[in-house]
């Protein structure tokens, strides 16, 4: 008889306890981020698809060695570049000297697996991750990058 | 058309309005407390707060195409749904919702209203039974068993609280619990010490009549689909729904003008409708946040509830209350 009323009281006193606990979270601010008209902040180690990084004049870091080329796994990262003759003031006197100026920074995004590699193996910092997570299209083509017109319409 | 016909059809109409307008804003305040519980925001799209919502889900709900599977019992798959809706409707008549404000006052009034409630589990029966769907015919075995074990310990208490009024009719069980919260039923005295315990066992009987969670085992998605109404879709499944919460609009109450003074003030002054309108809701509150709380119970520690817990302790207050009525 002890055990028939024993257990009626431990069930309503466990049915308060819950009830109590929904009362305190009925009062707690809402966490939702309603998406399209609300987003986060994405952390900084966030890795989205590779985007170029700028120098100081607007112009892409990289200097065209091809490692990140090498490196990728997937073989989703092509790049062009030619030799640019420039002048520089060397003591006193006027010298010519060749650069390599990229030219093509084109990432095919359908067959990249964000291991990273690319950056990795950068010695230059030129390539970094991005924050793009709305990627979602109908087209195959949409996820073929050319890095360097992002660049230039990031900064235009 | 003599005026008592007239009056009666007017006092049908506004049973209906309430009914349906209760319906529709109290399935917002279940969405948007079930919301702010789980601490999302519930529907705020339609409408500010979302208020607009109820009319977007009714015009979705109506020119869905009304489908009646092959094989179903047409007549009585017809006639579920609103069988579920009148008599929620009928029971409206006769609740009185402040001392002037009642359809029809009668001397069998508690009597009615549940001989009316338990017509609503022969609608969930016959859903269940002419869909020709094997979840519908579980759940609605379900509902009816549940319906039956949940009536009996329902009407000793209402039994206890007759005995000790002297009357069925609502509007006298309100009236003797008037002037302040002391007088109220649930309040124990001297010929009723269990009154608490009775005000408990009625609240949990009425969330099961009206197949609330966590008793709602006729709709229980997580086993039969969607239980009796799988079948069901436009404004048939809608009725349903509406005849859900005018039930619980009736559950809240019968419980307020039995155990809750109906719309007397808890201090004795001014009682009025607003009175008898904030208990009912505050209930229905209960209610939404109890839903929100709760696991479903499995149909034995349901049954097992009712007739080894429930039935038990109200058959011995109804004694304990006889006996005591007696000595003093």
Sequence with gaps: ?156 | MSLTVLNAIIAVVIAIGFAALNAAYLVWAERRGAGRIQRRPGPNVNGPLGLLQPLADGAKLMTKQLMIPGGADKALFMVAPVLAMAPAIMSFVTIPFSDVIVAKSMDVGVLMIFAFASLGSMSILFAGWSSRNKYGVMASVRAVSQAISYEVPMLITVITIVMMTGSMNLHDLAVSQAGGFWHWNIIPSLASPLMPVSFLIFFICSLAETNRAPFDLGEAESELVAGFHTEYGSMGFGLFFMGEYANIVIGASLITILFLGGWGCPFGLFPSVFWFLLKIYLLIATFIWIRWTFPRTTIYGLLNLSWKILIPISLFNLLLTAGLLKVF
């Design chain 1, 1 to 156: 008889m002890g055990a028939y009323f024993s257990e009626i009281f431990r069930g309503l006193q466990s049915l308060a306890i819950g009830m109590g606990i929904t009362f305190r979270e009925f009062f707690k601010p809402v966490v939702t981020v309603s998406y399209p008209m609300e987003t986060l902040k994405m952390s900084a180690r966030y890795r989205g698809h590779i985007e170029l990084v700028e120098d100081e004049k607007g112009q892409p870091k990289c200097v065209a060695c091809g490692m990140c080329q090498r490196a990728c796994p997937s073989g989703c990262i092509s790049l062009a570049s030619e030799s640019v003759e420039y002048e520089v003031e060397e003591k006193g006197e006027t010298k010519t000297k060749k650069k390599k100026v990229l030219t093509k920074y084109n990432l095919n995004f359908t067959t990249c697996s964000l291991c990273g590699q690319c950056v990795e193996n950068c010695s230059f910092g030129a390539i970094d991750f991005s924050k793009e997570y709305n990627l979602a299209s109908s087209r195959k083509e949409d996820f073929h990058f050319d890095l360097l017109q992002r660049l230039k319409e990031r900064n235009s």
